[in-house]
């Protein structure tokens, strides 16, 4: 008998869920590529978070927008994913005590974003460990504030902002070669 009440209560609060997939299967789908870095698995967590979300559509409250939400249950879906099959190499140490790491400054090479750039990044996101990759995806991939960022992930601004900051050294640790070598 409770079950309605839910029901109608989700109702009132989120759009039919057939719209919603329909609208946001795209915002999906990219969330869960760049979490993956691949199109079959992104495939598989955006399928596993539209199922996670049809489930909770009676938890959604309303107190924020819907792309959040579903930010949040994709994002989820992938790290749950990532950290199951635990696949290839991880960046995990910074090394800047052995590494003079280069800055990404406003050169005109630099601004010249090329295929093959985009490439390396994508490879350093993919090597990222799941929580970095999630906090650098939404920040600096997506878009997000800090505070958006954070509350998809669940944690503070705080947190994301050191989970952040960890994977950009990261990022630039994997980058340095590929930029020293263009510079020349």
């Known amino acids: 008998m409770n ?3 839910e029901q109608s209560e989700a109702e009132s609060t989120l759009p039919e869920f057939d719209s919603i997939v329909e609208e946001h299967s795209d915002f999906v789908y990219n969330v869960a590529f760049r979490m993956m870095g691949n199109a079959e698995d992104a495939e598989d967590v955006a399928q596993e978070a539209f199922i996670s979300a049809y489930r909770a559509r ?6 924020s927008k819907v792309t959040t939400w579903l930010y949040r249950i994709t994002t989820n879906a992938a790290l749950m994913r990532l950290r199951k099959e635990k696949r290839g190499r991880s960046l995990t140490q910074t090394g800047l005590d052995d590494m003079d790491i280069p800055s990404w400054g406003e050169t005109p090479e630099g601004l010249a974003v090329t295929s093959e750039l985009g490439e390396k990044i994508r490879e350093g996101i993919a090597m990222l460990q799941p929580d ?3 906090a650098v995806v939404m920040r600096d991939v997506s878009g997000l504030s800090n ?7 669940g944690i503070t601004v705080s947190s994301l902002k050191s989970r952040l900051h ?3 050294i990261l990022l630039r640790k994997h980058m340095s070669d590929y930029m020293e070598s263009s510079r020349g």
């Open 166 to 168: 960890r994977g950009r």
């Open 3 to 5: 079950e309605p009440e």
């Open 58 to 63: 009676h938890r959604f409250r309303g107190d």
């Open 147 to 153: 505070t958006e960022a954070a509350d998809s992930l």
């Open 132 to 134: 970095l990759r999630a």
